[in-house]
Structure formats: C-alpha cells, structure tokens
C-alpha cells in the first residue's frame, strides 16, 4: 500500500475512503518527514522590517483611500492636530469596514511582525501601533 501512495495526505485520504475492514495499523502512512529533508530553519528576528513594513501598509491603504477620494483620507495638519486634541472616538464605519477591513489591516501588521520571527505579544504591539499610526495621523475623524 505505501509503495502506491507516496503521500501521507493521500494515504489518509485513500484509508478513510476505505472500507473499515480494510485498514490496519499496518496501511497506516508515516507521519516524519523523511531523513534526507533538511530541518526547517527559523526566520531571523528583525525589528526594523515589520516596523517599516506596518508604515508602508498604512501609507499605501491610505494613499488608494486618497486616490479614489474617500472623505477620511483627505487628512491634513489641522486633521492631525484635530485627532490628537480629540482623542481616540468611537468610529461609524459600516458593517463592511468593522468587521472585514479592520481585522484584515491588523492582521497584516501582525503578521508582518510574526514573518520576522518576534513573538505574539511583540506582534500584537506592532498591530496596536499601526492601529494607533492610522487612527493619529491617517484619517479625518
């Protein structure tokens, strides 16, 4: 049965197709990688990368939002100055943007974080600045 099934996906695909009957432990595909596969290699931590690469996500959904003239992306130095002295407030986005859009820009940042090797809670904080980026300087409130 291995010979013909090279693939442990395969293998568990075809032996839970198969009638109970048939399986025995010994049809059972190996679940380790084979000897001759290197060892995966962690990725190198770097706090510059995500850093920048959080900044250039924003700069780059702002600058679309900008371009096809959406009304939060015409900021300004007043609208900065309006978003420090105000604080952070409650947005009325709709359904579409607070429940897609949002979670998709955070994961980006995190996720920009976590392919450099930093651990979840150093992502969350990349996540959370590039949130507070957006919020401070990025949008009309």
Known sequence: MRALLPCPVAAALMLAL???AARSADELP?????ADWPAPVPAPRNYLVPALEVVGINLGIWGFNKIVGKEFAQ????????NFHKGWIVDTDD????????PYHGSLSFNAARSMGLGFYTSF???????AMWEQFMEVQ
Request: glycine share 6%.
């Open 75 to 82: 900021i300004s130095w007043q609208s900065i100055q309006d």
């Open 30 to 34: 190996p679940l380790a990688l084979p």
């Open 95 to 102: 359904f579409w943007a607070n429940q897609f859009l949002h």
């Open 18 to 20: 198969a009638p109970a």
């Open 125 to 131: 904080g990349y996540a959370f600045a590039g949130s």
